[in-house]
């Protein structure tokens, strides 16, 4: 037995242990002391019966609030998953919408990299259908994101125009409606990421 060590935790829990068995018998004590001071022996089981309603009360109320407090930090940790989420949809979509305007504005002629980006335009068009702007917690992100929505519609529609190739090359205005597209989904980005992180 000489050599048996606690360890230190156990020491501190095993000091606790014995300070809270006498404070309940300090307090047990104190009470039939002032029961019996006041001649109120035999009113005890009442006056347990109203503590303990008391004290359940308490516990009730507590437990409500911890159930509540659970469940508002949940709701925040759902809410920044879903900011994160839609940051990141967010960039990748600016990134190809950008891709896209800046690559076809000089290889229109492109037809393999047209077809590229139009599946690519067309994917980040049903990846944001995903998500609804009313399901979007943060006004100002959810307004980013409506913009962003239409960005990329005008984007795909620009490479879809010169997917079809029409007669005579592809018009300036398409080209410039698709350069305008990827400067609105870039400004959207930038309005969703400032949302996000505010």
């Not at 229109?108 to 590229?116: E, F, L, P, Q, T």
């Not at 992100?141 to 529609?157: C, F, K, N, S």
Request: charged share 20%; hydrophobic share 50%.
């Amino acid at each position: 037995m000489k050599g048996l060590k606690f360890p230190p935790l156990m020491n501190t829990a095993t000091v606790w242990v014995v300070w809270l068995f006498l404070a309940v018998g300090a307090l047990g004590w104190a009470l039939f002391v002032l029961l019996d001071a006041f001649d109120a022996k035999k009113d005890a089981a009442a006056w347990v019966q109203a503590v303990g309603s008391v004290l359940a009360i308490i516990v009730a109320i507590a437990v409500a609030s911890s159930q509540n407090q659970r469940a508002y930090q949940t709701a925040k940790q759902e809410e920044r998953e879903l900011l994160n989420k839609l940051c990141v949809v967010a960039n990748f979509v600016a990134e190809v919408s950008n891709n896209a305007s800046s690559y076809l504005s000089d290889n229109a002629g492109d037809k393999r990299m047209v077809s590229r980006f139009e599946i690519s335009l067309r994917d980040c068009d049903y990846l944001m259908r995903e998500v609804q702007f009313n399901e979007v917690p943060r006004a100002e992100a959810a307004v980013g994101w409506l913009e962003l929505r239409a960005a990329v519609r005008d984007v795909l529609h620009g490479v879809q125009t010169i997917q079809e190739g029409k007669r005579g090359g592809v018009s300036m205005l398409v080209i410039y409606d698709m350069e305008a597209g990827a400067i609105a989904a870039e400004n959207a980005r930038c309005r969703i990421n400032a949302a996000c992180a505010g």
